[in-house]
């Protein structure tokens, strides 16, 4: 695969939250809060002991730290974690040490110190059953820290933490050379202006000193008092590390996260203040949830797809790695083949990356290597790539107006703006011919289908013979309807100028009376994310037009996919709709599009949707529902005949061009089975090809129970079915009574 636009290697997903970067403990606080918001008391204070080793007294004496660099600060207050520290340890069930059973280590380690640095360093080492001895020069243990809270919580909460890490405390004994000590490391935190023996830091080691086997920390190294306590808590794995290996450990990066957030989005909520003397579980839970759990997660917000499937950036590029150098010996992979042709390639994915990581690119790359490698489902996008090739054949069309040589500007409307209402095509015509009567125009598709199908050879087929039917016509700049299709010419045809039919609309006058007062959405299709002009032009058109505008929570450079992009039906219909779904309930009122395309898919769902050229040329209400797949195909070819006879009186080529209704088999289907083929996007031509071959043959399977027949035939790689009965009466007629299709073979005898 070729490097996609953005590196995943500079994906912020996993970085730290900017709480747990000023964490001197480093707690994990987003797992923290997410048990709190779910009043999981338990399993929070057991993340919480884990990660500071000393509960209570962190949870009194901490100066929160995190609170500065807190998003909520800026919002309403920062989150009141010590508060919150405090509730784990009130509502635990449980707040006994853990006993680890775990073999006795053969080191020894010695601990000159028994302030804060000195315990948690033995705690961490106990708990992992070394031989550890404590030096204390005075008669009891927790050095300055008697004087920041009561001595007896104090060395309640040590004897809570020690319960289950035995080792050998020597109170009153001072030590003056560290040859006479029997250890294999030693760690020296004998505290603020404290003795050093003579050891000084070696910065290029993690709490190492000059001397190997011999660390300093805490206090001595001028740690306050929770930084002394973190530093004896990490010093454990730098001793590790010399004993097991004989090496000094690296000496600690300075945390930091290139986590990326605007607090800005977020809404302001006030800090709750407890009733009591500490939250309450309500109180504490209701906090909780104030927390923005701060992640790099804008894409998985934002994109259906992860969304969804609930995948991260990372997980669906491991998928895809997988999938096209798979581990097995054959060398197929599948695991994200359904992955990568769900994919709507809307782009808003890159938008809302900090580090414009493009997932749609990598996927797209991925679909485009399967492809090759032959391993793609070829029926995810046959019907659309074989959709394609009748646009662009027997329904497409480029030609100059009569007497011209060359053209100022040449219509492209795309090859769904015409399957869905020809009118649009034709009355949008009709203006540019009336203001621009040397405006060309070329019937077909841009080649998406197959951009999306990852068929690169095909696509670029598409585009050459586009290139060379603009060189014909001179060099026109391209009118575009279709925002899918201008953003494919800018990738693929960047030397051909192009600009929107509604920027010529809005620049001409162009005017509707529309629905006076009426309130409306724009939505704007996906592929118009980088073109706020456009976005700006239809708005206009449709105030002018009489409509008041409601804004939709994600617009404009935000836009989503209608659920057409990358023509995801096939590969995952579920998804489709959970899309379709997404998109309608995202606002009351009903939308004004300008892609034919969300016009038509909301429409289908139940929802009242106008395309911009329905009011300006007055055509059609939000109510008309979208035609089927065979309507489209037929409207296709309506168009042709309409403009071959009205804009060039060519009514000799008409006879090339006869309707498939008027074919001599006359087929009779029942509304409601007429959309089951639309939606399993069954042509009914091929359907009456199944029905005119299976009795042409003799091949047919009889039903005497439902008095009807059964046949199938061959059309490309799709094998179809057909159960029909005939219709009494002159000429061929027959009911269909049901159809579907499939990819199997079947042998004939």
């Known amino acids: 695969m070729e490097h996609a636009p953005g590196c995943l290697e500079d994906c912020l997903q996993d970085e730290p939250a900017f709480c747990m970067v000023a964490c001197p403990f480093g707690l994990d606080v987003r797992d923290f809060i997410e048990k709190l918001q779910r009043g999981a008391f338990q399993a929070a204070y057991k993340a919480y002991q884990n990660a500071v080793g000393f509960p209570g007294l962190v949870s009194a004496l901490c100066p929160e730290p995190c609170k500065e660099s807190c998003l909520r600060g800026a919002c309403g207050g920062a989150i009141e974690l010590r508060l919150l520290e405090q509730a784990s340890l009130a509502f635990a069930r449980n707040t006994e040490a853990t006993s680890y059973n775990v073999p006795p280590k053969p080191w020894k380690v010695a601990i000159i110190g028994a302030g804060p640095s000195g315990l948690a360093c033995a705690l961490r080492l106990a708990e992992k059953n070394y ?31 020690f319960a289950h890490a035995p080792f050998d405390l020597r109170l009153n004994r001072e030590i003056t050379d560290l040859e006479a000590l029997e250890c294999d490391a030693l760690y020296v935190a004998t505290g603020a202006g404290g003795e050093a023996f003579g050891l000084a830091q070696n910065r290029e080691g993690a709490f190492a000193s000059h001397c190997p086997g011999a660390f300093l920390g805490g206090s001595l190294t001028g ?12 010093a454990c794995g730098a001793i590790e590390h010399f004993l097991k290996s ?175 209402n020809p009118r649009c095509v034709t009355e949008s015509y009709r203006f540019l011919r009336e203001h621009w009567p040397d405006t060309a125009l070329h019937l077909g598709c841009c080649g998406a289908p197959a951009e999306w199908a990852g068929d690169e050879p095909l696509r670029n087929e598409t585009m050459t013979r586009f290139g060379e039917a603009w060189e014909s016509l001179g060099r026109p700049v391209v009118v575009f309807a279709c925002p899918s299709c201008k953003q494919m010419f800018e990738r693929h045809l960047p030397e051909i100028p192009g600009v929107f039919l509604y920027d010529l609309l809005l620049e001409k006058g162009a005017m509707a009376e529309g629905a006076p007062g009426e309130t409306a959405s724009v939505f704007d299709p996906c592929a118009s994310r980088e073109e706020p002009q456009l976005q700006q032009t239809v708005r206009t058109l449709a105030q002018r037009a009489g409509f008041r505008l409601e804004p939709l929570p994600m617009e404009g450079r935000l836009a989503q996919c209608c659920s057409w992009g990358g023509q995801v039906s096939v590969a995952h219909p579920p998804f489709a709709r959970h899309m379709v779904k997404a998109r309608i309930s995202a606002g009351a009122h009903p939308y004004i599009t300008y892609c034919i395309n969300c016009r038509d898919i909301f429409a289908s769902a139940g929802k009242r949707a106008w395309h ?30 309409q403009v071959l006879e009205t804009f060039w009186q060519e009514t000799d080529e008409l006879k090339e061009l006869d309707d498939p209704q008027e074919a001599p088999m006359e087929l009779h289907i029942a509304p409601e089975l007429r959309q089951k083929l639309s939606a399993a996007l069954l042509l009914e031509t091929d359907i009456a090809a199944v029905i005119e071959a299976s009795e042409r043959s003799g091949r047919k399977v009889f039903d005497p129970t439902r008095n009807s027949f059964s046949g199938h035939l061959l059309i490309g790689h799709m094998t179809y079915w057909a159960e029909y009965r005939a219709v009494p009466g002159p000429g061929a007629s027959f009911e269909l009574l049901n159809a579907y299709g499939h990819r199997m073979s079947i042998e004939e005898g």
């Open 223 to 234: 740690a306050g008092s929770m930084d002394a306590l973190a530093q004896g808590l990490r």
């Open 246 to 420: 004989g090496g000094m450990k690296p000496a600690e990066d300075p945390p930091r996260t290139r986590l990326k957030m605007d607090p800005g989005r977020f809404a302001s909520t006030q800090a709750l203040r407890p009733s009591g003397e500490g939250y309450s579980k309500e109180e504490a839970q209701l906090e909780a949830r104030r927390c923005l759990r701060c992640a790099c997660d804008a894409c998985l917000r934002a994109c259906d797809l992860m969304d969804y499937f609930r995948k991260s950036p990372t997980r669906i590029a491991e998928e895809v790695h997988l999938s096209v150098h798979p581990g097995t010996l054959d060398g197929n992979g599948t695991l994200a083949t359904r992955l990568m042709s769900t994919c709507s390639q809307c782009g808003l994915c890159r938008e809302v990356c900090p580090q414009d990581i493009d997932m749609g690119e990598i996927l797209l790359q991925g679909h485009r290597a399967m492809r090759e490698k032959g391993a793609m489902p070829w029926a995810w996008h046959d019907f659309f790539l074989r959709d394609m090739a009748s646009a662009n054949g027997e329904a497409g069309l480029s030609r100059l107006p009569s007497g011209c040589v060359r053209s100022r500007y040449l219509f492209f409307p795309g090859c769904q703006l015409g399957a869905s």
């Open 131 to 161: 031989a550890v001895t404590v030096y204390e020069k005075g008669p009891r243990i927790g050095g300055h820290l008697h004087g920041l809270m009561a001595s007896e919580l104090l060395l309640a909460e040590f004897s809570r933490a």
């Open 612 to 641: 911009i050229l329905d009011i300006i040329f007055g055509l059609e209400g939000p109510d008309r529902l979208p035609p089927t797949v065979t309507e489209c195909r037929r409207n296709r070819m309506r168009l042709k005949r």
